[in-house]
Nanobody, 123 residues
Framework: QVQLVESGGGLVQAGGSLRLSCAAS????????MGWYRQVPGKQRELVSV????????NYADSVKGRFTISRDNAKNTLYLQMNCLKSEDTAVYYC????????????????WGQGTQVTVSS
């Protein structure tokens, strides 16, 4: 029983900024990595950025490098995405993903998704 809840999406003008948050809760033993993905109608979901909770290693899609910053608060199991210099091409539904080791004797591992939050960038 793991839940991911995104927040912070909305409407912003081109060149503006927005910060997304994702809070993980439930039967969590540890979170190995978290990431942000986005999807527009008619296209496949694509990776935006990921971060390792163990050592903080990050990875970004070329299209967002230099503009977006991923971070996390391990104590709160919360993920953030600071988005600056937003472009119309950034318009999409943004999804939070977590690689989770669940609590319990077996320590099962799996991937979980949030419901998504809409980001719309207007000109």
């Amino acid at each position: 029983q793991v839940q991911l809840v995104e927040s912070g999406g909305g409407l912003v003008q081109a060149g503006g900024s927005l910060r997304l948050s994702c809070a993980a809760s439930g039967s969590i033993f540890s979170i190995n990595a978290m990431g942000w993905y986005r999807q527009v109608p008619g296209k496949q979901r694509e990776l935006v950025s990921v971060i390792s909770n163990a050592d903080g290693t990050t990875n970004y899609a070329d299209s967002v490098k230099g503009r977006f910053t991923i971070s996390r608060d391990n104590a709160k199991n919360t993920l953030y995405l600071q988005m600056n210099c937003l472009k119309s091409e950034d318009t999409a539904v943004y999804y939070c993903n977590a690689d989770v080791t669940r609590a319990g004797w077996l320590r099962p591992r799996g991937n979980y998704w949030g419901q998504g939050t809409q980001v719309t960038v207007s000109s």
